[in-house]
């Protein structure tokens, strides 16, 4: 491998793009850019800054100035990608939801598994350093023991029937969109805070635009969870993209027996810790816990945000790709356990039912 870890992406839109200024901060050099045609290449690599364009995904994958694929695409292409990458040896960031369904997710598991590959899934806001200060505070006895995981995740991005998107059609991006784009972000936070796993849920689904572009919409514009948790805790979440005003509000509260940790993601650099006597807003980079300084890139009082999440990911998958085994990670193993979350959502959401979660 040389020096700087060498990124091929595969995919060139907005995903496509975050990754890439990332792979650069993160000391790494994009070689390669493929989109699904020639043209649509040399125009990702005109935008996102690649050195070269690549006609095809094939080409990409088999270069051997690329060390790590990262998959940008809609959903439905993720496995075949992922396989082919895996195949020729190279390591993967995969972009949420890793599959379109648990058994393919844990396929993919297995392979990257089999290949000693490092293989990664974006669930990039572990690597806000507030978040990493709430965990500390769970795990270090702080909160006391967990009682109550609440919160929400909400967008407006298809609030109208005019909006669209590939990830509305069931085909591209899957049976669930809603609680598959964002919901699995909230679940995967709260679960990497509080050290429990959701084991039980009861779930119910909406979809507020049964059309967009004149096609009939299968995939929920949001989701209601109420769940149970392996240590005895219960939480709630809402998941919606049709909640005017709300751009990429991902709230939560874990209720511990002395301290309540409230994050919120559209004003990240500080964290509400309540208390019975005193309530306090803890600032990023004043004196916060080692394990979420580490992750603190500028000076307190100068905000960080959703980029610097990405370039911290980046950065410890293309660490592990070296050989070392940075905490907190999310792996595809991480990328199983959305899809599993996600596959009860739907069941129970279908059923009317409480439905356990594969564990
Ligand atoms: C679109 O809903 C999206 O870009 C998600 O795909 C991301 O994972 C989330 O971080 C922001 O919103």
């Not at 091929?8 to 650069?24: D, L, N, S």
């Not at 959701?198 to 689904?205: E, G, K, N, P, Q």
Request: glycine share 10%; proline share 4%.
């Amino acid at each position: 491998m040389a020096d700087r870890i060498r990124a091929g992406i595969v995919g060139t839109g907005f995903m496509g793009t975050v990754h890439a200024r990332a792979i650069r901060r993160s000391g790494g050099v994009v070689t390669r850019v493929a989109g699904s045609t020639p043209e649509s290449s040399a125009a990702g690599r005109e935008r996102i800054g690649a050195e070269s364009a690549t006609e095809s995904v094939d080409e990409l994958i088999a270069a051997d100035d690329v060390d790590v694929v990262h998959v940008c695409t809609p959903n439905a292409t993720h496995a075949p990608l992922v396989r082919a990458a895996i195949a020729a040896g190279k390591s993967v960031v995969c972009e949420k939801p890793l599959a379109v369904d648990a058994a393919e997710a844990q396929e993919l598991l297995d392979l990257a598994t089999a290949a000693g590959v490092t293989a990664t899934v974006p669930f990039v806001y572990r690597f806000y350093p507030t978040v990493r200060e709430a965990r500390a505070r769970v795990a270090d006895g702080s909160a006391g023991p967990v009682r109550l995981l609440h919160g929400s995740y909400l967008q407006d991005w298809l609030a109208d029937a005019t909006d669209d998107d590939w990830r509305v059609d069931a085909a591209a991006g899957g049976a669930s969109r809603a609680f598959a784009d964002i919901g699995v972000h909230w679940c995967d936070l709260v679960e990497f805070v509080s050290g429990h796993r959701i084991t039980r849920l009861a779930a119910r689904t909406l979809t507020v635009h049964p059309e967009r572009g004149g096609r009939p919409v299968t995939t929920e514009d949001a989701a209601v969870v109420l769940f149970e948790t392996d240590r005895g805790a219960a939480g709630n979440v809402t998941v919606s993209q049709v909640t005017p005003g709300r751009k990429n509000r991902l709230w939560f509260s874990v209720d511990g027996a002395t301290e309540s940790l409230c994050f919120d993601q559209e004003n990240p650099d500080s964290l509400w810790i309540g208390g019975r006597e005193v309530n306090r807003q803890l600032l990023r980079g004043s004196g916060g816990h080692p394990a979420a300084e580490r992750y603190s890139v500028v000076p307190a009082g100068h905000p960080q945000g959703y980029q610097d999440c990405f370039d911290a990911f980046v950065a410890d998958t293309h660490a592990a790709v070296a050989g070392s085994a940075p905490d907190g990670l999310p792996t595809f193993a991480d990328g199983v356990r959305a899809a599993r979350v996600t596959a009860a959502v739907l069941e129970s959401a279908a059923a009317r039912t409480w439905v356990e979660v594969a564990a």
